[in-house]
C-alpha cells in the first residue's frame, strides 16, 4: 500500500515536472496564436501571492468544466526563475494543479509587464483573456470569482 | 447643473489622488515611525541629508527579500552622500505574523541593517505615500518646497540579480540627483507583493 | 547520567518553545484563554463554571465589518449564553493603545459601553491567541467545548455567510456549530 502510495507521488511529481516549464512571453504568443478559435484564459499568478492563491480553484474549475470546449486556462506564474524546482513544483503537486502551469521566463520585469498590458501596474492576480479568431484581447488587474469567471466568458461568446 | 458637474469632477480628482498617493512632484508628507530599536523616527531626524530612499518594506515577501542586500547597498553608498535609505514595513501582524514587530527586530538584527527599519502599524503614511507592494520606493529631495518625490517606483529591473546590464532606476536617479539634474526615469512599475493590510472577513 | 538529564531538559525546553509557537486548528484542544476584561479584571475560560462552551469573536472597534456583526454578536449571546455557550469577545490590538490608538483598549471599553456588551471583551497579549487560532481577518469566530483537559475546537471561521446586515443569511454558520453541541 505504502509502495502504491510511494509509486504514486513519484508519477505525480514526473507529470508536473514535465508540466512546469519556463515560457516567453514570445512562446506565449506563438501559442496564443496557433489556437486560432480558442478563448485562452491566461492568469498571473505566484506562490507568495495570497489572493492568487485563493482564486486558482476557480480556475481549476473552470478548465475542467470547459474541457471539451475551445477554452483554455493556462497559468502563468511571476515565481522567480529559480524557484521553478523548490516552490512552484512543489506548489503544483501538492494542490493536484491540473491546468497548463508556466514560470514566466523575462529578464526585464518592467518590459514583460508593459507587453501583456499598457496599463497593467504589475499587482497580481491579473488575467487576461484572448481568442484570436474573434480578435478579442482583455486584460483585468483583478481577482476572480467563479461566477465572474462565467460572465467574462459569456461576454465574450 | 454645470457648476455641480464641475464640482463632482473636482471631487473626483481630490478623491483619485487620495487613493493614489503621491506622484513625482509632490511634497512627501514627514512621519514619526517607531524604529526597531524602539526610538521614533521622522524625514527631520536626518539633519544633514540631501534627500532620501523610502522604500516601504518587509519581512515576507520574496521579493522583498531578493532586494535586502541592494537595499542595504543603497545605503552603505548614499547615506554619506547625502541619501540614506529608510524602510518602513506596515504589514498587519494578524494578515502577516511574520512581520510582527518583534520579527522585524530579529530580521534587522540578522541582516545587521544600517538604514532604520521603521514600523506604519495603521497604513497611514504607507496610504499617504500610495505605496502599494514591497518593495515600494519614493526617492525624496528636499527642496525650497520641501521633500519632493524625485522617483517611484522599483529598485532596478532585474529582480533575479542576473542581469549584469540591468537598468539601477533608484541608483540613476540619484546620481541625476546629485548632479543637480532631474531623473531621466521618474516612475516605474513596482514588482512585489501586495502589502499585508488589515484584512475584514467578507463573505466571498 | 548528565546525557540522561541533558535529553529529559532539552526535550522540556522543545516542548514549551514548540508550545509557545503552535498553531492550534479544528480538533485540537486548546488549554484555556485568560486576558484582561474591558472591565478591568481578568477573565479566564476555566473559571466559568457554569459554561458548557464559547463562542469567541475576534474584533476590532472600528473594522467596518466588525462593526456591521456587532447586533449579530449581541444576538448570539441573549441566544446562547443561557444555554451555556457565551459569546467572548476578543480584541486583538487591545494591549498596544500608543500603536493602535482606534483599536486598543481604551476605545474597546468605549465600545463596550456604548453598545451595552452582554459579554466580555477582552485585549489579546502581544497577539497570544490572534497567532495561536491563526486569526488574519476580522471579525473570525472559534466555537469552543468544554472537555476536562481544556476547549475542544469545534469551529473557526465566519460568523454567517452574509455580511450585509439587511439580508438574511444562507447559513449561520456560528449557529450550527452550537446548535450540534445543545
Known amino acids: 500500500m505504502k509502495y502504491l502510495f510511494t509509486l504514486s507521488l513519484f508519477f505525480t511529481f514526473i507529470v508536473a515536472n514535465a508540466q512546469v516549464k519556463l515560457l516567453t512571453l514570445n512562446d506565449l504568443d506563438k501559442r496564443l496564436a496557433k489556437g486560432k478559435d480558442t478563448t485562452y484564459i491566461i492568469n498571473f499568478w505566484a506562490t507568495w501571492c495570497g489572493p492568487c492563491i485563493e482564486e486558482l480553484p476557480h480556475f481549476e474549475k473552470i478548465n475542467k468544466e470547459a474541457a471539451k470546449q475551445p477554452i483554455k486556462v493556462i497559468l502563468v506564474s511571476l515565481d522567480f526563475k529559480s524557484k521553478l524546482k523548490t516552490a512552484v513544483i512543489p506548489f503544483v503537486v501538492k494542490n493536484k494543479i491540473n491546468s497548463e502551469v508556466y514560470v514566466i521566463n523575462e529578464p526585464d520585469q518592467q518590459l514583460f509587464i508593459e507587453k501583456v498590458d499598457k496599463n497593467w501596474s504589475g499587482a497580481i492576480p491579473a488575467t487576461l483573456f484572448v481568442n484570436t479568431n474573434k480578435k478579442v484581447r482583455q486584460f483585468y488587474e483583478k481577482e476572480f470569482s467563479y461566477n465572474e469567471l462565467i460572465e467574462t466568458l459569456e461576454k465574450l461568446k | ?204 | 547520567m548528565r546525557k540522561i538529564i541533558y535529553s529529559i531538559g532539552l526535550l522540556i525546553f522543545l516542548s514549551i518553545t514548540a508550545n509557545a509557537q503552535k498553531v492550534y486548528k479544528v480538533g485540537d484542544v486548546l488549554p484555556n484563554i485568560a486576558l484582561l476584561s474591558t472591565s478591568g479584571s481578568v477573565y479566564s475560560l476555566k473559571d466559568q463554571k457554569a459554561a458548557k462552551g464559547f463562542i469567541v469573536v475576534f474584533m476590532t472597534p472600528t473594522c467596518d465589518h466588525c462593526i456591521a456583526y456587532e447586533p449579530r454578536v449581541m444576538a448570539l449571546d441573549k441566544k446562547y449564553k443561557a444555554k451555556g455557550f457565551p459569546v467572548v469577545a476578543i480584541g486583538p490590538y487591545g494591549d498596544d493603545p500608543i500603536k493602535y490608538p482606534l483599536d486598543a483598549m481604551p476605545e474597546m471599553k468605549k465600545l463596550a459601553q456604548k453598545k451595552g456588551f452582554t459579554f466580555p471583551y477582552l485585549s489579546d497579549d502581544g497577539f497570544k491567541y490572534t497567532w495561536m487560532m491563526n486569526i488574519t481577518i476580522t471579525p473570525t469566530a472559534v466555537v469552543l467545548q468544554k472537555k476536562p483537559n481544556g476547549f475542544l475546537i469545534k469551529y473557526i471561521g465566519r460568523i454567517d455567510d452574509e455580511q450585509d446586515a439587511r439580508k438574511v443569511p444562507k447559513n449561520k454558520f456560528v449557529e450550527q456549530q452550537v446548535n450540534k453541541m445543545l
Not at chain 2, 159 to 182: C, M, P, Y
Open chain 2, 1 to 204: 447643473m454645470r457648476s455641480v458637474l464641475f464640482a463632482c469632477f473636482i471631487m473626483l480628482g481630490i478623491m483619485a489622488k487620495a487613493q493614489n498617493g503621491y506622484q513625482v512632484g509632490d511634497v512627501a508628507a514627514d512621519f514619526n515611525l517607531k524604529n526597531v530599536d524602539g526610538k521614533n523616527v521622522s524625514l527631520a531626524s536626518y539633519e544633514k541629508a540631501k534627500g532620501y530612499i523610502v522604500v516601504f518594506t518587509c519581512n515576507t515577501c520574496p521579493v522583498a527579500k531578493i532586494y535586502q542586500d541592494r537595499v542595504e547597498a543603497l545605503n552603505k553608498t548614499y547615506a554619506v552622500k547625502g541619501y540614506p535609505v529608510i524602510a518602513i514595513n506596515t504589514n498587519d501582524p494578524l494578515a502577516s505574523p511574520g512581520d510582527s514587530f518583534v520579527k522585524m527586530q530579529e530580521r534587522a538584527k540578522e541582516k545587521n541593517f544600517s538604514y532604520a527599519y521603521l514600523e506604519d502599524p495603521n497604513h497611514v503614511y504607507t496610504k499617504k505615500y500610495g505605496a502599494m507592494k514591497t518593495p515600494h520606493v519614493f526617492v525624496l529631495q528636499k527642496t525650497a518646497k520641501g521633500n519632493e518625490v524625485a522617483y517611484i517606483g522599483a529598485i532596478d529591473n532585474d529582480q533575479e540579480d542576473t542581469n549584469a546590464s540591468k537598468i539601477t532606476f533608484v541608483q540613476n536617479a540619484i546620481n541625476s540627483l546629485l548632479k543637480g539634474e532631474k531623473p531621466a526615469v521618474t516612475s516605474t512599475k513596482a514588482v512585489g507583493c501586495s502589502i499585508k493590510w488589515k484584512k475584514e472577513a467578507t463573505s466571498k
